[in-house]
């Protein structure tokens, strides 16, 4: 009798079911993978965003100088102010002037001077600015928003003087520099973030 060499009907669906479960679970390993590489690259991409606004934030609080503007064409004689219900904020808002905008040589038709102002919108801390100092009425400012998913924007000022009791000010407007600002931005992303910067009279 000659026997028949191959496979039975029941071999064959064995190996076919081990082969799709290797595949199956090979996809999901796969797919694990590649999704905590897209989360990885997208915290990445948020912690160098937040890195970047800190950084703008802090060159210009830093370079902040004792320096009134006009505002929708009145003269004042604030150099910086903060607080509630500023700039259309929906918490707290933060202006004031800032030297060192590169003009070398002053070949660009304005100063090494700007004014900036930073504000919470709809979720967004949006920084406010423009190219003159003393703009014309009905001028609107640049908006540039530095950070997402921001729930509250806080801004305090420290003034300690004899008449006051407590050093730091939830609100303030002044003629002059306050001797540094603080500044908590809560994220949903990272929590509370709290910096503080100590402000030296430029002017």
Known sequence: MIRNLGFTLIEIL???AIFSII???STGVLTTVSDSNSISQERFNRLTQLQRAMTMMERDILQAVARPIRIQGETTEKVIQGGRDLYESDADGLGFVH???PNPNYMLPRSQLQAVAYRLREGNLERLYGNYLDNVVGFEPKIRVMLGNIEDFKVSFYTKSEDN?????ENYTGTELPKAVAIEITSKD???IRREFALVDKS
Do not use: I, M, T
């Open 99 to 101: 030297s060192g905008w």
């Open 14 to 16: 064995v190996a076919l």
């Open 165 to 169: 009791d407590s050093p730091w000010q």
């Open 190 to 192: 990272f929590g509370l």
């Open 23 to 25: 595949g199956l679970a």
